[in-house]
């Protein structure tokens, strides 16, 4: 990095600049939902992460400010559901375009026998039990012990944010 990147970067404040590095981390969309017994929640995500096999176990990271933050550390269960790159509407929507149901306007939704909504057509759905949970800063991690998948049938063409835009990986090396 050139010296007066060097020196522009230094004026921002580390949060700044961690926020600047991590639009260089390529991460797969997920939209997360959940049901609270009375409303569908969904929220666009890209902190998504295996945490353990033995037992099938998935975090998420959302921030404490999201609608579903509640919900979900109240304990309802939830879905991770990883976007096609067909999908980029949906994640659009999911990630603050629209509002409340609103967001369940585009894709097809179903639910799994305990409520919660689940996208058909997407590369993987899986439904979590919550476990447990850490609150951080402004952020918290949150643990599911997954109980249910779905897999898409179709080529897998995941839907990428990368740089502040939407990509899907069209070559293997
Ligand atoms: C590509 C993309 C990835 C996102 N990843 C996350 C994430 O990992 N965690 C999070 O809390 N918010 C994330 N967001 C922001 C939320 O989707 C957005 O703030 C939210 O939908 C606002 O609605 P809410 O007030 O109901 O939470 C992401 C948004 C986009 C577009």
Redesign the pocket.
Known sequence: MGDVRMATLAARSLSEQMAIGLRRLGKP?AVITCWDGERR?A??????TELSLDPPALL????R?????RPITGGANFCVNILHADQLAI??Q???AA?GEGRFREGRWDSAACGTPYLRGCEASFVCEYQTHMDHGN?AIIIGAVTEVQIGTGEVDPLI?VDGH?AHPATDF
């Open positions: 969309v929640w929220k666009t995500a890209t902190a998504v998420i990271c959302i921030d400010q999201a609608g579903l933050y994640s659009e999911c990630g603050g509002r952020g944010y939407y």
